[in-house]
């Protein structure tokens, strides 16, 4: 070791270099037996803690290198202090990591022990929009209505021309859409009504379809209104169909939905497609219709639109509008999970959180 009292040139040059030498000799040595260890396997826990004894007991080799650490200058120990550490650390992760596997082998035979329980495969669950959307559909097919589908980008004629929105009506406000080409106009569809264009322009009466899918607006995002989300849409068409029969299914479809013991209620409504049309309320499936805060204290609770196919959207689809009436509905799917579930922000729905999604593991 070097030291105050060494006088010449040369023994200052000697020492500095011995100091230098110590360094390089641990950290080659530390490089040596870290790639050692890296490779070092065993057959039996015997093996194991032989391995141990060589690498970790007093006289092992990593003691040794504790040894040689008084040697190391002031200036390298925290370096050299380091890396052996470092060293140990993992010899004693890797001899346990040996250790362990091999003492769970011995007491499993093959390392596989086949009688345990398998571990339990957690299965997802529906979303709540799916649950509601099969629910509302089964009701229908139970009434003989079909389900049939259509694209969510569509053209101006079978989202709104086809279905009685004249060019520059203010109608067309109510649905303000995301057009995707304009002159020939392609837009994403505000509504499924846009299904029923398509089953009229290809069906001969009597149809009788329900058409759930996603629907597209240009809204701002809040806790009750997003700019995509699910609608179902319901078409009959035969010959003499009536405004009581549009009720008494809609009667039903609500019992089914929401119990026994609902009741509905029509209030005169407008929309382009449908001569009349309504806006359905339920009886607040909260209160029964006493009047609570979900129904805002009216007791009743809007569940969809509704109406007499206008006789211009049977003709524009060419169905003969004097041999053939129809009614149509719409309804949002959210609305009716919120009602069902007790949901009281929609953007919930569409945010993937598991917390939320979990709770609706035993609805189907
Ligand atoms: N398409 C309407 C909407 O998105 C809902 C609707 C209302 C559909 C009345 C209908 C209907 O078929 O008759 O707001």
């Not at 070097?2 to 200052?12: G, I, P």
């Not at 003709?315 to 719409?330: L, M, N, V």
């Amino acid at each position: 070791m070097c030291n105050a009292l060494l006088k010449t040139k040369s023994e200052h040059f000697f020492c500095s270099f011995a100091i230098h030498q110590t360094r390089i000799v641990m950290l080659t040595r530390i490089k040596e037996l870290q790639q050692e260890i890296e490779e070092i396997a065993a057959k039996s826990l015997e093996e194991a803690e032989e391995l141990r004894i060589k690498y970790l007991s007093k006289k092992g080799e990593i003691s040794k290198l504790f040894e040689e650490f008084r040697n190391v200058s002031a200036d390298h120990k925290k370096e050299i202090g380091q890396a052996v550490n470092t060293l140990k650390e993992f010899a004693v992760g890797k001899i346990n990591m040996l250790k362990e596997g091999l003492t769970e082998q011995k007491s499993s035979g093959s390392g596989v022990d086949l009688t345990l329980p398998g571990e339990p495969m957690k299965l997802g669950t529906r979303h709540p929009i799916s649950i509601v959307r099969n629910e509302i559909l089964d009701i229908f097919k139970r009434l003989g209505f079909v389900v049939s589908e259509g694209p969510e980008i569509e053209d101006d004629w079978h989202v709104f021309s086809a279905l009685n929105f004249p060019e520059d009506h203010p109608a067309r406000d109510m649905q303000d859409t995301f057009f995707i080409q304009r002159n020939p106009d392609v837009l994403l569809r505000t509504h499924t009504s846009s299904v029923q264009v398509h089953d009229m322009e290809t069906q001969k009466p009597p149809i009788r379809t329900v058409s759930p899918g996603r629907v597209f607006r240009n809204e701002a995002i809040s806790y009750r209104a997003h700019c995509m989300f699910h609608q179902i849409e319901g078409l009959y068409i035969d010959e003499n169909v009536s405004f009581a029969d549009l009720k008494q299914t809609l009667l039903y479809y609500a019992r089914e939905l929401f119990g026994g013991n609902a009741e509905i209620r029509m209030r005169p409504s407008y929309f382009p497609f449908t001569e009349p049309s309504a806006e359905v309320d339920v009886s607040c499936t909260i209160c029964g219709g006493k009047g609570c805060n979900v129904c805002k204290y009216t007791g009743w609770l809007e569940i969809l639109g509704c109406g007499m196919v206008d006789p211009n959207v049977l003709e524009a689809s060419g169905i003969d509008s004097k041999k053939y009436t129809g009614y149509a509905f719409g309804m949002g799917i959210e609305r009716i999970a919120m009602l069902k579930f007790g949901v009281n922000d929609l953007r919930l729905y569409f945010e993937n959180d598991i917390r939320f999604l979990q709770q609706f593991e035993s609805a189907n």
